[in-house]
């Protein structure tokens, strides 16, 4: 009797054990299981988050249409989550703005006044979970799980291959914001091939712009007339095939601030036709000012695909050291220049975006100048090469 009982104690201890073991199992087999669908989801909207930020802060150009620009750029990232099954509602994401990355305070929509200093934004994508096998052990039944990434826009003073074109504009000030050019102005990228060596020059033969500013000693103006006769706005190369491919494709050397440019002899006129080519690229060829271009968007998004909007060197038009380097006549890819040197040399101050206002520069002769307007500062990469703050050339990157 005594044995049978002891056995019965003993079965009775396996079984409860055994539940305990296999509950404990299928405890952990859940946390394994749900823990694990927890870190997929939030890798999946950290991807989404940080490709959100970034793409939001190209947009940003200091305007309210930058601000309407960055959120559709934002929430039109591919958002697929949970295995890539869902997609993210409209409440689960954020899209904010401030001045810096840190210490700032955020806003859902800034205030147009404190539009032009937004260089940052910050996404965050929030989602409810639902778990499957932890609730067996845990009465909770969802998880929160957040993803957070920010992306501003960060001083840069170097421009990689392939994103100025073989122009350089004269500063009217080189010490002043914007160098001196006024926003919706526009100004030679290249001058006329005679503009007349003193005086108003004739009706047809400047830009606007530097008309604007006059032809007294300081001006745009002045400045070309005081240079070698024939240089006349191109640098880096004498072949007007390299400049041609240059206009098409951009500068194939980074470029630095306070490096040396060559500038290029004659007036190359046969370059109409590239300069042509590169205003019918893009998908808007008819706005005539940069705001009209900025103005013309369907769902939030700009028509123009950007290759309008170009980015150049400025020049201060005072003549530089030699830009010859080692065995190379051109300084290609020396430090101490870019381009020929038998004509004159000037030191790159920053750089700047300008729009491809002319539609038609192919129509232009000797006798008149490429002229462009005067956006602002550049920002590597971005669609709209314009942005907030003061910087003359901006990176974006991931900042948190």
């Known amino acids: 009797m ?3 009982l002891m056995k019965k104690r003993k079965k009775g201890f396996v079984m409860i054990a055994a539940a305990f073991a296999v509950t404990s199992l299928a405890g952990i087999t859940g946390l394994a299981v749900d823990l694990g669908r927890v870190y997929i989801v939030k890798n999946e909207l950290q991807t989404y988050s940080d490709a959100a930020a970034l793409a939001a802060a190209l947009e940003l150009n ?7 620009a960055a959120q559709t750029a934002a929430r039109e990232m591919p958002d697929q989550w949970n295995f890539s099954s869902q997609s993210l509602t409209s409440d689960q994401v954020t899209v904010e703005f401030a001045s810096a990355p840190t210490g700032a305070t955020w806003y859902a929509t800034p205030a147009s006044g404190d539009v032009a200093s937004m260089t940052n934004v910050r996404v965050t994508a929030s989602v409810q979970m639902k778990l499957y096998l932890i609730p067996a052990v845990k009465a909770d039944s969802y998880s929160n799980v957040r993803a957070r990434s920010t992306a501003g826009k960060v001083t840069a003073t170097e421009i990689g291959a392939g994103n100025v074109l073989p122009f ?3 500063a009217p000030n080189a010490a002043a914001a914007d160098f001196g050019f006024a926003k919706g102005g526009s100004y030679a990228l290249r001058w006329a091939s005679n503009f007349g060596d003193s ?3 004739a009706s047809g033969s400047v830009c606007s712009g530097d008309r604007a500013l006059g032809w007294d000693t300081g001006s745009t103006i002045a400045a070309a007339r005081a240079g070698a006769s024939s240089t006349r706005g191109y640098w880096g190369s004498e ?5 041609d491919e240059w206009i098409t494709h951009g500068y194939d050397h980074p470029l630095t601030i306070g490096c040396i440019i060559g500038m290029a002899d004659g007036i190359k006129n046969g370059r109409k036709e590239t300069m042509e ?3 019918t690229s893009d998908t808007d060829t008819t706005s005539a000012t940069f705001a009209t271009y900025e103005a013309n968007r369907a769902n939030g998004s700009r028509r123009g695909n950007g290759r309008r909007v170009i980015a150049v060197p400025i020049n201060n038009g005072t003549v530089a050291a030699s830009a010859t380097s080692g065995s190379d006549p051109n300084g290609n890819g020396h430090t101490s220049g870019h381009g020929p040197n038998s004509l004159e040399s ?6 700047a975006a300008f729009f491809m206002s002319d539609t038609s520069y192919d129509d232009t002769v000797g006798n008149e100048p490429f002229c462009a307007e005067y956006v602002g500062s550049y920002t590597v990469g971005a669609n709209a090469h314009s942005g907030g703050g003061t910087d003359t050339i901006t990176k974006v990157r991931l900042v948190r």
Do not use: C, E, M, Y
Not at 62 to 68: L, M, V, Y
Not at 346 to 351: H, K, L, S, Y
């Open 2 to 4: 005594h044995r049978l």
């Open 62 to 68: 200091g305007k309210d249409t930058g601000i309407a």
């Open 168 to 170: 350089s504009p004269i």
């Open 199 to 201: 005086g108003a020059p």
């Open 239 to 243: 072949s007007s095939n390299d400049i």
């Open 277 to 279: 080519d590169r205003v």
């Open 346 to 351: 000037r030191t790159v101050i920053g750089f």
